[in-house]
């Protein structure tokens, strides 16, 4: 894909450098299990049809009504009623990254070596998973509290208008949540399917000392300071677009520090520099090296979860 780089030395000590590329996902199938609706087959346990005041299913006889054998295509439109269904989006289009980066590199004395870089990095069209049948944001409560009455309201059963046309699956009860009939397909219990929604942004600074090998000893010192953001979820199952928040993945502080010392021994050294044979050997070319690396927490999340104002 297009990648290009350049370096300008503006003077004898300092260079700079910059670069952007493209860089595609692989072409061909998602990375995702072969969609196989019709044929495999779950058979859900419905262990009450009257929410609880008569048990139908037992630890000896979980499914009374027999297990749902796979119809293939047989089923035709009616395949996987009463249950959750996906099926390949044909028009997805290949997802890819744009990289960028500039960066000021300057020789110092001692053999060291000091850069200050921005990269940044942007995903387009990146694969997430949408659920069609979702519950419109219309009947959801807006308010910043619990709110009990649209809780109460939504999960209310009432009559299943499905009863029994789809025993074995989690509609099979002589009532159902409320909110199941409001879906847009309320005989599945989700439809499923990948879309080219998601996004990411990223921006950093990264800095880097080095200390090249003098008096046998190197050491390189990075510092990055980056913020990592995407949208690749819903933060209501029915929003138009997903969500814009710090990436799960976001390291704000990344601190790494090697060294590698070559031991004072042997051949060319100043100790041990007279022996000879098997003992010069056994002496020479030791080194010793230590990584230290340290890093911010990932972000927290709260989940669904409501503060109650004081």
Do not use: C
């Not at 995702?32 to 005041?53: C, R, Y």
């Not at 069209?125 to 979702?134: E, G, T, V």
């Not at 929003?239 to 976001?250: A, F, L, N, R, Y």
């Amino acid at each position: 894909m297009p990648r290009i780089g350049l370096a300008y030395s503006l003077t004898p000590t300092t260079i700079f450098r910059a670069g952007i590329g493209i860089y595609f996902e692989p072409n061909g199938v998602p990375n995702f299990d072969v969609i196989q609706t019709g044929f495999s087959q779950a058979t859900q346990m419905t262990p009450t049809l009257d929410n609880g005041q008569h048990f139908i299913a037992t630890l000896t006889n979980p499914f009374p009504g027999g297990l749902i054998s796979p119809l293939g295509a047989a089923g035709g439109l009616g395949t996987n009623l009463g249950q959750s269904i996906s099926f390949f989006n044909q028009n997805l289009r290949t997802p890819y990254m744009e990289r960028w980066q500039f960066a000021l590199q300057r020789s110092l004395p001692a053999g060291s070596v000091l850069e200050v870089s921005y990269a940044g990095n942007r995903g387009v069209r990146q694969r997430i998973s949408r659920n069609l049948d979702a519950l419109a944001d219309v009947y959801l409560s807006v308010s910043k509290l619990r709110d009990q009455q649209t809780i109460n309201y939504l999960g209310a059963q009432v009559p299943n208008p499905f009863y029994p046309l789809l025993p074995g699956t989690s509609l099979s009860g002589t009532t159902v949540a409320r909110s199941q009939l409001l879906l847009s397909y309320p005989q599945f219990t989700g439809v499923n399917v990948d879309t080219n929604q998601g996004y990411s942004w990223y921006h950093s600074m990264q800095t880097r000392f080095e200390k090249r090998f003098s008096a046998g000893l190197m050491s390189t010192v990075s510092w990055t300071w980056s913020k990592l953001m995407e949208a690749r979820s819903y933060l209501n199952a029915g929003d138009p677009m997903p969500e814009k928040v710090i990436s799960d993945q976001d390291r704000t502080h990344r601190l790494a520090v090697t060294a590698v010392y070559e031991l004072p021994f042997g051949k060319g050294k100043s100790l041990g520099n007279s022996w000879r044979g098997f003992g010069s050997k056994m002496i020479s070319g030791w080194q010793v090296s230590g990584i230290y690396q340290g890093q911010s927490g990932p972000p927290l999340g709260f989940g669904n979860a409501l503060f109650k104002g004081i």
